[in-house]
Structure formats: structure tokens, C-alpha cells
T-cell receptor, first 115, second 114 residues
Framework: AQSVTQLDSQVPVFEEAPVELRCNYSSSVSVYLFWYVQYPNQGLQLLLKYLSGSTLVESINGFEAEFNKSQTSFHLRKPSVHISDTAEYFCAVSVASGGYNKLIFGAGTRLAVHP | SAVISQKPSRDICQRGTSLTIQCQVDSQVTMMFWYRQQPGQSLTLIATANQGSEATYESGFVIDKFPISRPNLTFSTLTVSNMSPEDSSIYLC???????????FGSGTRLTVV
């Protein structure tokens, strides 16, 4: 069965420091990978996704993620974080099941940016 | 991508009662999904809602407890039946629309059972 592992439940970091949120997946077939962000008391927002093509994908707010097939990873990075990046980040994989695809989520990583 | 309106946004319910959550999508979508997010936890898929057929439930979830309707390509409901405090969670609906392979989420329903 396909699954998603987020290796860090919490990541504290100081403002303007770089950050990496780790995500590994298990799959024997081609995958589609996603990162979602959930700000406090809000719904889920798509941050970025990998479907095919370039293994490096970027979001409009400075985050990027790199698909690494050999390491089955899709780590999220940002070179300089802001206080406003404090949120819960979820990695997800699209799983084929019964003729359609469904999203399976990792446990989440809480990013806490301190001044 | 599609925009989802989910309601109610929150509710406090008595144990033993039922609550129906509605999701309206602003465009036709092929698949809709319902998730549960327990306090401090990740999202767990409850079921997939197909238009015109019965929903497909994940392991650990049953139709009697979480009946789902999908009468057309833009609307779905999830009912949480015979509620207990353990059902206190955030419930989210999601829509999948092609061709951009987008999964959009509603803003969630925060349910508290007392």
C-alpha cells in the first residue's frame, strides 16, 4: 500500500533562516505528489504539486520541492522563512484505487517560525 | 481550480443526534471526497463520493455512521449519525477536477459533540 511519511512532527526555526520539511513516500508505480499548508483555524491550501516533467517545483511564496525518485522523497524547502509561514504542512500522494485517484496524507509537520 | 463552499463552518451538537454537512462546488467535478481531521491530527479519508452511485468507504468507516449523498456533479453531503464525543473533529470535503489534477478543499466543518 502506498503511504506518506513526514519525518518531523515539529520544526522550530528562526525568522529568515532556511528550512526543510521532509517527506518520503512508498510506491511501486508513478506518483503524483503534493504539499498542502493549513494556517491556524483555516482550511487546506495547495502549496505545490509534482505531476511530471521537471523534478523541481516552486510555489508563488518562495517554497520549492524536489521530487527524487531514487530516494522516494519530496522534501519542501524555503531559503528564508517569515513569521507568516507558521502553519501545519502536509505532504500527500495521489493513490490509484478502483479507477480513480485519492489523496493520502502524511501526519503533518508543524512549522513554528520565531522572531 | 474549483471553489468549494462548505457549511456549516462549525456546530455544537448533542450526543445521539445527527449532523449533515453540505459541500457545493462552483463547477462540475468528477470526484468528491470526505475527510476527517481529529484534533492535532492529519487528514483521514472517510469515503469517495461518485455521482449516481454509492460512496466508497475506507477501512474503519461505514455507511450507517457516515451516509453520503452525491445527487449531481456539483454537490455532496456527509451526515455524521448518532454522534458521540469521539466524533468531535473537523470534517472537510474535497473535489477533484481535471485536467489540472487539482484537489481543492472546503474550509471545513468544526464539529463538537457534547
Amino acid at each position: 500500500a502506498q503511504s506518506v511519511t513526514q519525518l518531523d512532527s515539529q520544526v522550530p526555526v528562526f525568522e529568515e533562516a532556511p528550512v526543510e520539511l521532509r517527506c518520503n513516500y512508498s510506491s511501486s508505480v508513478s506518483v503524483y505528489l503534493f504539499w498542502y499548508v493549513q494556517y491556524p483555524n483555516q482550511g487546506l491550501q495547495l502549496l505545490l504539486k509534482y505531476l511530471s516533467g521537471s523534478t523541481l517545483v516552486e510555489s508563488i511564496n518562495g517554497f520549492e520541492a524536489e521530487f527524487n525518485k531514487s530516494q522516494t522523497s519530496f522534501h519542501l524547502r524555503k531559503p528564508s522563512v517569515h513569521i507568516s509561514d507558521t502553519a501545519e504542512y502536509f505532504c500527500a500522494v495521489s493513490v490509484a484505487s478502483g479507477g480513480y485517484n485519492k489523496l493520502i496524507f502524511g501526519a503533518g509537520t508543524r512549522l513554528a517560525v520565531h522572531p | 481550480s474549483a471553489v468549494i463552499s462548505q457549511k456549516p463552518s462549525r456546530d455544537i451538537c448533542q450526543r445521539g443526534t445527527s449532523l449533515t454537512i453540505q459541500c457545493q462546488v462552483d463547477s462540475q467535478v468528477t470526484m468528491m471526497f470526505w475527510y476527517r481531521q481529529q484534533p492535532g491530527q492529519s487528514l483521514t479519508l472517510i469515503a469517495t463520493a461518485n455521482q449516481g452511485s454509492e460512496a466508497t468507504y475506507e477501512s474503519g468507516f461505514v455507511i450507517d455512521k457516515f451516509p453520503i449523498s452525491r445527487p449531481n456533479l456539483t454537490f455532496s453531503t456527509l451526515t455524521v449519525s448518532n454522534m458521540s464525543p469521539e466524533d468531535s473533529s473537523i470534517y472537510l470535503c474535497s473535489a477533484y477536477s481535471e485536467p489540472l489534477y487539482g484537489y481543492t478543499f472546503g474550509s471545513g466543518t468544526r464539529l463538537t459533540v457534547v
